[in-house]
C-alpha cells in the first residue's frame, strides 16, 4: 500500500507493546500511518496471513479500564467505579485523570499519544450546526447526542467532585468530548473473568451509544464486563465489506484472528457492528464512500402521515386521529403484547427490507380510511375498528399478502421523502476524497451518508411488490365486514397470530 510511514509515536507505541510481558504480535503485520488523512494509523499484513492465525495478543493487565487505570489504585474510587459509576461515566474520568494528571508518568503513555488528537475526529458532535445541516434530511441529525453528552459531562463533574478528585474541577466542555468521542470510537465491552453473575446480559465486543448507556445505568459489578480501551486492537480500521480480523476473547487474553486469508499488502480490517454509514459518521467519524454493507434510510412517520392523506383523500387531522388511537388504545396493546407499529420513524435497508411494522401500519391506514363514514366514528367505534383492522392486517402482513393499495401509498411515501433530499446527493461522492480535509471532507462525507440513503430508498421502492403477495382491496374490506357482522352475532373467531415475522 502506498503513502504509508512509521511515525515516531507510533515507534514508541510498538516498543512500548514489546517491552510489555505477555503481548505478543505476529511477525507477519506492521502498524503504519497513512499521509492521505483518513485511514489514520493502521495494520497491514507484509506476508499472507491464513485464515485462522493470531495477528496479537493483549494481556488482560493492560487493557485500559476502570480496573487497570491510575485512578482505581485508591481502593474507595475502585469500589465506587466498579459498583455503583456507569461505564461511560467512568471510563471518561479515568482517560482523563490519567491524560491530565498522570501524564508521562503513565504506564499507558505511549499508548495514549497514539489515541486521537483534540479535535482531531470526525464524528458528528465535532461537527458545527450548519455542518450537521448538510445531512438533512437524514434522522441521524436528531441522534448526535449533545443534550445527552452535556447531561453527562455535569454528572462527571459532580461525581468527581463526590469522589473529592478536586483537580477535575478545571476539566472543559471540549475536553470531555474529546475523551468521551474516543471512548465512543475505540473502546470494547470486555468481559470481566470471575466477575459477579451479571443482571443483565451484554455484547462482550463493540461499542455502545453513551446516551443509551445512561439509560441503562449499569455497572462492571451488575452488568459482568467492562467497557475498554485494547491496545492495538483500536489501530485497526473497520469495514462492512472486507473484515478479515476478529478480537476474540479469553480467560488470560485478547487475541485478534484472522477470519480470511490476507494477501500480502493488503489492510487488515475488524468489524464495528451492523452500521449504516450515517451511524458510522455518528460513531465513528469515518464512511464507506462505496456505501456500508448495512445502510439504511429512516421514513419518518410525518411523511406517512402527509403521503396518505393525499393518497386517500382524508385529512391530516384524522390521519394522525387514527394513529393516535392506535398507538394509545390498551386493547390494542394488550393484542400487540406491548410492541407498538406507531413509531417516529421506519427503516428501508439496502437490501430493499422494508420494516415490518411501517408495512402493517400501512395497511391498516388504507384499509381503515376505506371504511364509510369512519369521519364519523367515536372515539370507542374507531378503536374497536382498530383492533379489527389491526389484526387482520398482521395476519396479512405475517403471511407475505398486502392489499394493493399498500403498495401505491408505499411508493408515493418514497417520493415524497426522496423530494426532501437536495439534488447533490443524487449524484456520486467525486474520487477526490482521500485528499479531502476539513469542511471539504465533512461536505463529501455528508454527501455520501444522503448518497447511501437515497440508494436505499430507491432499492426499497420496488421491493414491496417483489416480496409480497398482492390482494385486491376489496378482499380487506370483506374481511372486515364479516368480522362486524360475526362479532354482532355473537361468534368469537379465532385470533390471528399477534407477532410480526420479520
Known amino acids: ?73 485508591d481502593g474507595a474510587i475502585r469500589e465506587k467505579l466498579v459498583s455503583s459509576v456507569g461505564h461511560w461515566e467512568g471510563l471518561v474520568l479515568a482517560l482523563l485523570h490519567e491524560i491530565k494528571l498522570v501524564g508521562p508518568e503513565s504506564k499507558w503513555w505511549a499508548y495514549l499519544q497514539v489515541l486521537p488528537e483534540s479535535g482531531g475526529m470526525e464524528t458528528l458532535m465535532y461537527w458545527s450546526d450548519e455542518e450537521s445541516g448538510m445531512l438533512r434530511p437524514s434522522s441521524i441529525i436528531d441522534r448526535i447526542g449533545r443534550h445527552e453528552a452535556q447531561e453527562m459531562y455535569k454528572r462527571i463533574m459532580s461525581l468527581s467532585n463526590e469522589l473529592g478528585l478536586t483537580e477535575f474541577e478545571s476539566t472543559t466542555w471540549d475536553e470531555f468530548v474529546d475523551a468521551a468521542s474516543v471512548i465512543m470510537a475505540y473502546s ?15 455484547t462482550t465486543t463493540g461499542n455502545d451509544d453513551f446516551e443509551d448507556e445512561d439509560a441503562e445505568a449499569g455497572t462492571v459489578k451488575t452488568d459482568g464486563y467492562s467497557k475498554s480501551m485494547v491496545p492495538l486492537a483500536d489501530m485497526l480500521n473497520a469495514d462492512t465489506h472486507l473484515c478479515n480480523a476478529h478480537l476474540i476473547h479469553s480467560k488470560k487474553f485478547l487475541k485478534m484472528k484472522a477470519i480470511a486469508d490476507i494477501p500480502a499488502g493488503d489492510q487488515i ?31 419518518p412517520l410525518r411523511a406517512i402521515v402527509q403521503a396518505t392523506a393525499e393518497y386517500t383523500g382524508a385529512s391530516l387531522d384524522l390521519v394522525r386521529r387514527i394513529l393516535n388511537v392506535l398507538n394509545e388504545s390498551s386493547k390494542i396493546e394488550e393484542f400487540l403484547e406491548s410492541e407498538p407499529l406507531v413509531l417516529n420513524g421506519y427503516d428501508c435497508g439496502v437490501d430493499g427490507t422494508i420494516s415490518p411494522e411501517c408495512i402493517t401500519v400501512l395497511q391498516i391506514l388504507v384499509a381503515i380510511l376505506a371504511l364509510p363514514d369512519v369521519n364519523s366514528f367515536d372515539d370507542a367505534v374507531l378503536e374497536n375498528r382498530l383492533l379489527k383492522t389491526t389484526q387482520i392486517g398482521l395476519q396479512l402482513v405475517n403471511g407475505s399478502r398486502i392489499t394493493v393499495s399498500v403498495v401505491h401509498l408505499w411508493k408515493r411515501i418514497v417520493n415524497l421523502h426522496l423530494e426532501a433530499y437536495p439534488s447533490h446527493a443524487f449524484r456520486e461522492v467525486t474520487p477526490d476524497h482521500f485528499q479531502l480535509k476539513g469542511n471539504e471532507l465533512r461536505q463529501q462525507m455528508a454527501q455520501c451518508v444522503l448518497e447511501s440513503e437515497i440508494r436505499c430508498l430507491q432499492n426499497c421502492f420496488l421491493s414491496i411488490e417483489r416480496d409480497m403477495n398482492l390482494l385486491r382491496d376489496s378482499t380487506i374490506l370483506n374481511m372486515l365486514q364479516k368480522r362486524t357482522i360475526d362479532d354482532s352475532n355473537g361468534s368469537n373467531p379465532e385470533p390471528p397470530t399477534k407477532r410480526i415475522k420479520n
Request: proline fraction near 3%.
Open 1 to 73: 500500500m502506498t503513502g504509508t510511514y512509521v511515525d515516531l509515536k507510533t515507534e514508541k507505541f510498538l516498543q512500548w507493546l514489546e517491552a510489555t510481558p505477555g503481548f505478543k504480535i505476529s511477525e507477519k503485520i506492521s502498524l503504519v500511518n497513512s499521509s492521505e488523512g483518513q485511514f489514520g494509523r493502521f495494520l497491514i499484513a507484509k506476508e499472507l496471513i491464513n485464515r485462522g492465525e493470531v495477528l496479537f495478543e493483549v494481556p488482560r493487565d493492560r487493557l485500559f479500564n476502570v480496573l487497570n487505570c491510575s485512578l482505581s489504585q
Open 188 to 202: 470494547f465491552d470486555v468481559e470481566v473473568i470471575q466477575a459477579q453473575k451479571p443482571v443483565r446480559k451484554k
Open 269 to 299: 480490517y475488524n468489524f464495528y457492528g451492523e452500521h449504516a454509514n450515517a451511524e458510522l459518521l455518528r460513531r465513528y467519524g469515518y464512511v464507506e464512500w462505496g456505501g456500508s454493507k448495512y445502510d439504511t434510510a429512516e421514513i
